[in-house]
């Protein structure tokens, strides 16, 4: 497969009252063609910041990206021209499903004014951008039937019943999972390389989380669209993932193939999170110790605190990636060797 994205030593620091926030701190990410990776996490250990940062939609003022690089297609989005990013990235080859579908629509239009207005400037079909002089363009009649047709057609393949009724009416009209398969086909509809999909379910009951999980990756793997989905989950990202990446305190701690990930995790940290999975299936338990202040965080490795295999050389030198067999990749001195459920 080929790489689609590339993440590499990406800082990102938020200001806080008692000094900048070390939220990203050398984060690496890769995301290859047609590929389902998982970014899980305990809350609050940077997944949405991870998220944004690719998108360019970071909070201004607040946000400083400090070092790094997000390579998208070849390209490096945070040195790319803006406007570009904005016309040609954001919204078409890198759509987006946020975590709360009830804050996505606006309440006073019906859906189809408003996923119309996206198809105007974002459409495979618009050859134009969104530049000052499109904004007064009018919407070309055969364009406009033709990408209504597309509506039509991916709201039947999000399993949306009767969906020319179903376009004209108002948000707060469908149910929240209803939402989230809108949410889903918007983002399908530009024909995207990557869905980034942050934590997009964890509003909805667990069947229809389940259910519409199910569905994005069917529809995603027939379209070969590549999907960054975030999780607090590890039963989800067991079932729809291809690969995992646990995140911890703003770093990848592990990545790893689904299976390889699940059956034989090396990273303490991993080994940690899978032991607090109550079965093979559900949500991350707390597991004990503090997650650490990231305005002063722990020397050497950041989860030497917490690690029951922590030595002198953790505390002081921070672990660099090694590769494993398999495209298996570990951030720590002392890989753990042995399969799932070997631990003393
Ligand atoms: N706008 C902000 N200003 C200051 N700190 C923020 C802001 N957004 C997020 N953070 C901090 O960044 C860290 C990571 O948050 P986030 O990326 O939302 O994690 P996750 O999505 O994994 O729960 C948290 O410590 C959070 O408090
Ligand atoms: S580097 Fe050391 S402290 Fe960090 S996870 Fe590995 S063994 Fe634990
Ligand atoms: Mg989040």
Redesign the pocket.
């Known amino acids: 497969m080929a790489e689609l994205l590339a993440v590499r030593g990406l800082r990102v620091d ?3 009252d008692r000094g900048p ?1 070390q ?1 990203l701190d050398g984060m690496n990410l890769d995301i290859e063609t047609g590929e389902v990776v998982g970014l899980v ?10 998220a944004r940062a690719i998108l360019g939609i970071l ?1 201004e003022g ?2 400083r990206i400090r070092a790094g690089e997000v390579r998208f297609k070849g390209t490096d989005l945070l040195r790319e021209d803006p406007g570009a990013v904005n016309d040609r990235v954001r919204g078409r080859a890198i759509t987006f499903i946020p975590q709360d579908p009830f804050t996505s629509f606006s309440p006073v239009f019906p859906v189809e004014t408003q996923i119309m207005d996206l198809m105007k400037w974002k459409s495979p079909r618009a050859r134009n951008g969104g530049g000052p002089a499109s904004i007064l363009a009018r919407y070309p009649r055969a364009r406009h039937r033709a990408d209504r047709e597309a509506v039509l057609e991916i709201l039947r393949a999000v399993q949306i019943p009767e969906p020319a009724r179903a376009l004209r009416r108002l948000p707060h009209e469908f149910s929240g999972g209803q939402r989230q398969r809108l949410m889903i086909a918007m983002a399908l509809l530009p024909r995207p390389d990557l869905i980034i999909a ?1 934590e997009p379910t964890t509003a909805l009951d667990v069947t229809i989380q389940a259910q519409i999980l199910r569905l994005l990756r069917a529809l995603v793997k027939e379209r070969g669209v590549s999907v960054l989905f ?1 999780t607090h989950d590890l039963g989800t990202a067991h079932e729809i993932c291809d690969r995992v990446v646990v ?1 911890y305190a703003g770093q990848e701690m592990e990545a790893a193939p689904t299976d390889a990930f699940f059956g034989r995790p090396a990273h303490p940290y991993t080994r940690r999170l899978l032991m607090s999975v109550p079965s093979p299936g559900g949500e991350i338990r707390d597991i004990p110790g503090e997650v650490p202040s ?1 305005v002063a965080p722990p020397s050497g490795c950041r989860f030497h605190p917490r690690c029951d295999y922590a030595t002198a050389e953790c505390r002081d030198v921070r672990p660099a990636l090694r590769a494993l067999a398999g495209a298996h990749g570990v951030r720590c001195h002392h890989p753990v060797d042995a399969p799932a459920g070997a631990d003393p």
């Open positions: 938020f200001a806080t926030a939220v996490g305990e809350s609050g250990c940077g997944k949405t910041t991870l909070p607040a946000a942050d975030t995140m990231l």
